[in-house]
């Protein structure tokens, strides 16, 4: 294996920039939801200046020692002038409370929302308190001949996190922003394995969510003069940097065809034992047809895969679920593609629950209140209806059907709550 697997020196990305990180290869699982093929790195990097030294972003509280030991192989403690957070999460902070012992004269430079959730995470020593720099958009840190420049890029993917910019170089620390969970001792995009899978892998899971706080980070990264990014995980990329931000202006652009740009989209997904969540499904379809300006789509999980309705789900107005109750519960598909839409943004989304029953029915409740979690809008009460549909109960599926669709076409008042009856 290449040096920075065997030994604790630093690698260098420019004259007087290195990384400091430690590779984690046998990690098989990430923040218990993402798996790790071959492990990951957690990357921390050092920039000299003139008049100082900074370190930006640490690794995880275990693989400290390796931190310092490659710390120590570019810079003395008391050069540090200068501690950039681009992101607080453990495996980025964890040796931070070791290295502010350490370098207590360097000032700390994180972003406003960084330093409120750093009181958490710092719990009080006794200790002087480091000098922190809250720090936004095109705020710069000078080093003497060397100038860090910061953009504000939250939600990618906490609240706090931000990239820097190393002006002169053309350098780009990004924390987690184009990294993935990657472990090559290689180091470098164009050296390393294949880690493609990885990249999107992590884009879906990660960033996804946050898609539109990905294209405004965009919009400020492209601007730049990029010879290298930065990642806090995964490759360093210094061939053909620009790709990977073309990439993710790609993945965080809608992917659908917008035939509907015009129109409200509808997405009823049901699954049907008898046949009888179907029939209200068809009927609640039928009914939000009949209201003009709303597509409407109509899919049995049972011929589909959650992870395929994915990008419909993110394109969608308004989603419906329909689930028989079973053993006191809604079924697995539904389940299923409940619980994927952790990975994309359906935050104030139209939603809705119907259901065929035979005993107890729980199944709409829990739905509306996983929608509800979700923080969907979920305004109408779900249907449940015993066994069979009839003729007039088939009605009250066509009135839902509307009710969504005027909801999703701004037709239906808000409703009116007088004060005085609740009283
Ligand atoms: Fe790599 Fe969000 O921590």
Same mark, same amino acid.
């Given at each position: ?186 180091? &470098? ?7 493609? &899978? ?226």
């Amino acid at each position: 294996m290449p040096a920075a697997g065997l030994t604790k020196t630093a690698v260098e990305l420019a004259p007087g920039v290195h990384w400091v990180g430690a590779l984690d290869p046998h990690l098989r699982n990430f923040d218990i939801i993402l798996k790790t093929a071959n492990g990951t790195s957690y990357n921390a990097y050092v920039v000299r200046g003139e008049q100082g030294v900074a370190v930006i972003d640490t690794v995880k509280e275990e693989f400290a020692d390796t931190f310092f030991a490659r710390l120590e192989s570019v810079a003395r403690y008391d050069e540090i002038t200068v501690i950039v957070l681009n992101h607080l999460e453990p495996d980025h902070s964890g040796a931070l409370p070791e290295l502010l012992r350490r370098a207590p004269q360097a000032r700390v430079y994180l972003s406003s929302r960084a330093q409120m959730m750093l009181k958490a995470l710092l719990k009080p020593t006794g200790e002087k308190a480091p000098e922190y720099i809250p720090v936004t958009t095109d705020d710069e840190v000078d080093l003497g001949g060397r100038t860090l420049r910061f953009l504000h890029t939250p939600y990618l993917h906490w609240p706090d996190t931000q990239c820097t910019y190393l002006v002169e170089d053309g350098l780009l620390f990004t924390g987690d922003i184009f990294g993935c969970h990657f472990c090559d001792a290689r180091l &470098f995009n164009d050296t390393v394995g294949d880690f493609r &899978f990885s990249f999107e892998y992590y884009y879906a899971h990660i960033m996804r969510p946050f898609r539109e706080y990905v294209l405004d980070a965009i919009a400020l990264i492209e601007p730049l003069a990029i010879n290298l990014i930065a990642p806090a995980h995964g490759p360093i990329l210094r061939h053909a940097p620009r790709d990977y931000v073309h990439r993710y202006r790609e993945l965080a652009t809608p992917r659908l065809f917008n035939e509907a740009r015009s129109e409200k989209t509808l997405v009823i997904f049901y699954i049907s034992a008898y046949g009888n969540t179907r029939r209200m499904a068809e009927a609640l379809a039928a009914g939000a047809e009949a209201i003009g300006g709303v597509r409407v789509s109509l899919y049995d999980l049972e011929g589909g895969e959650s992870g395929i309705f994915t990008d419909l789900i993110e394109e969608a107005d308004g989603l419906a679920f329909g689930s028989p109750t079973i053993n006191a519960d809604a079924v697995k598909p539904i389940w299923d593609v409940l619980s994927s839409l952790t990975t994309v943004n359906v935050k104030g989304k139209l939603g809705a629950a119907f259901g065929s029953y035979g005993w107890s029915g729980e199944a709409v409740r829990l739905i509306e209140d996983r929608l509800r979690g979700l923080k969907m809008r979920v305004p109408l009460e779900g249907l449940r209806i015993k066994l069979v549909p009839d003729a007039g109960e088939l009605e009250e599926c066509r009135s839902l059907g509307e009710q969504l669709a005027r909801h999703l076409t701004g037709q239906m008042k808000n409703r009116e709550i007088d004060l005085a009856a609740l009283a």
